[in-house]
């Protein structure tokens, strides 16, 4: 990362696009051997519920191993590229725009199948671990405006 800011109620980091992923390397228990393109952000961004990881599969690449979780539920969501991915004995296209849920207990793997890289969000967090009804429900209108609407009518 190229910046990161903390302050008492927020944290700000710049990562650069997709194509600075290849900097980062992850090595993964199950390959043994750095790989590129993989950046997690929970401890730099001091995350308390859940991990978001970064992520470039370059053109024509592969997952080597299926994986599941013991707790965690993960959402893939494909920024770029085009790829397959299997969900225990189910294989289905992915392509910008895609999000996948995959439950803890679930083998997962993915793969490219075009010529450019596979760019996709991961994010986990522990099933059933969410505390709310929706998104909207736990937001709060407070009594100030942005900074940028002064003089809008509200």
Same mark, same amino acid.
């Given at each position: 990362?190229?910046?990161? +800011?903390?302050?008492?109620?927020?944290?700000?980091?710049?990562?650069?696009?997709?194509?600075?992923?290849?900097?980062?390397?992850?090595?993964?228990?199950?390959?043994?051997?750095?790989?590129?393109?993989? #950046?997690?952000?929970?401890?730099?961004?001091?995350?308390?519920?859940?991990?978001?990881?970064?992520?470039?599969?370059?053109?024509?690449?592969?997952?080597?191993?299926?994986?599941?979780?013991?707790?965690? =539920?993960?959402?893939?969501?494909?920024?770029?590229?085009?790829?397959?991915? +299997?969900?225990?004995?189910?294989?289905?296209?992915?392509?910008?725009?895609?999000?996948?849920?995959?439950?803890?207990?679930?083998?997962?793997?993915?793969?490219?199948?075009?010529? =450019?890289? #596979?760019?996709?969000?991961?994010? +986990?967090?522990?099933?059933?671990?969410?505390?709310?009804?929706?998104?909207?429900?736990?937001?709060?209108?407070?009594?100030?405006?942005?900074?940028?609407?002064?003089?809008?009518?509200?």
């Amino acid at each position: 990362m190229s910046f990161v +800011q903390h302050a008492q109620r927020f944290s700000v980091a710049s990562v650069g696009g997709f194509e600075a992923l290849l900097q980062h390397r992850y090595t993964h228990p199950a390959i043994g051997r750095p790989t590129p393109g993989k #950046l997690f952000l929970r401890e730099a961004m001091r995350l308390t519920g859940l991990e978001i990881s970064l992520n470039r599969l370059p053109a024509r690449a592969a997952v080597p191993f299926m994986h599941s979780h013991r707790v965690n =539920e993960e959402v893939y969501i494909v920024i770029a590229g085009e790829g397959e991915f +299997q969900v225990d004995d189910e294989i289905f296209r992915v392509r910008a725009g895609t999000v996948v849920r995959v439950d803890p207990a679930a083998a997962r793997a993915w793969r490219t199948t075009g010529s =450019e890289p #596979l760019d996709y969000i991961v994010i +986990q967090a522990p099933a059933g671990g969410y505390a709310g009804a929706g998104a909207i429900d736990d937001g709060v209108m407070v009594d100030r405006r942005p900074a940028w609407a002064a003089g809008v009518p509200a």
